[in-house]
């Protein structure tokens, strides 16, 4: 089975680094996706980790530790229009190409 | 490119009625997937589609229907609609690693 954990909910104020975490354990770990979700809205791809490591791109940066099972999305210089869900992904490569399992969001509200 | 589209935006069913989802993508992905998402909770996934005449479960399929007849199209089919089916539905297309999302329906069934 598949067992993906992050926070249910976090607060940070505007300008300020917040860090979104999430844990997991898979069989046939493949990568983990971290996707971002606005209200009412289609989730939109932000990073895609395979290696060990830190991913920077612009004010997100994703870093992974497979074998601790934990990855973490950190965001720079927030804003107010960051507040949003964070969907942490596990993917799994099958026949089917990359399936993935999703963690229930983490939902970021940013404060002036 | 549209990217991925999806029809209708809304729709409410009554118990045991059926109909299908649209989905259709201008990239021409070969992966093609279906995810429901039930309020604050991950998105979980439905079926999903290696390429035109193959398709699979995934997690949750009962009640579910899907064929791929090309490329393009990964209709859903709910044939007796329960209020359990009260959702948003994602459809979802890769070429690789990244997958695009449509923008959604809202189902409701009374």
């Known amino acids: 089975g598949q067992n993906i954990d992050q926070p249910t909910e976090m607060t940070a104020t505007e300008g300020a680094i917040v860090q979104i975490n999430c844990t997991y354990q898979?069989?046939?770990?493949?990568?983990l996706f971290w996707y971002q979700q606005h209200a009412g809205e289609a989730p939109t791809f932000l990073s895609y980790?395979?290696?060990?490591g830190l991913e920077e791109k612009g004010r997100f940066s994703s870093f992974l530790s497979r074998s601790k099972g934990y990855s973490y999305l950190l965001l720079k210089e927030l804003q107010m229009k960051d507040s949003a869900s964070y969907l942490c992904?596990?993917?799994?490569?099958?026949?089917?190409?990359?399936?993935?399992?999703f963690g229930t969001g983490t939902q970021l509200k940013v404060e002036l | 490119n549209a990217g991925v589209t999806q029809t209708p935006k809304f729709r409410i069913l009554k118990i045991g009625q059926s109909m299908t989802l649209q989905c259709t993508q201008d990239?021409?992905?070969?992966?093609m997937y279906w995810y429901r998402q039930d309020p604050g909770m991950g998105l979980k996934l439905i079926y999903y589609?290696?390429?035109?005449?193959?398709?699979d479960k995934g997690e949750v399929p009962n009640g579910y229907n899907v064929s791929r007849s090309t490329t393009e199209d990964f209709p859903l089919r709910l044939e007796l609609a329960a209020p359990s089916q009260t959702s948003v539905y994602f459809c979802?297309?890769?070429?690789?690693?990244?997958?695009?999302f449509g923008p959604g329906t809202r189902l409701t069934v009374t």
């Open positions: 979802a297309s890769s070429y690789e690693d990244e997958q695009y």
């Open positions: 898979t069989s046939g770990f493949n990568g």
């Open positions: 980790n395979v290696l060990d």
């Open positions: 992904a596990v993917s799994r490569l099958t026949g089917g190409g990359n399936k993935l399992t």
């Open positions: 990239m021409n992905h070969n992966y």
């Open positions: 589609s290696v390429g035109a005449g193959i398709t």
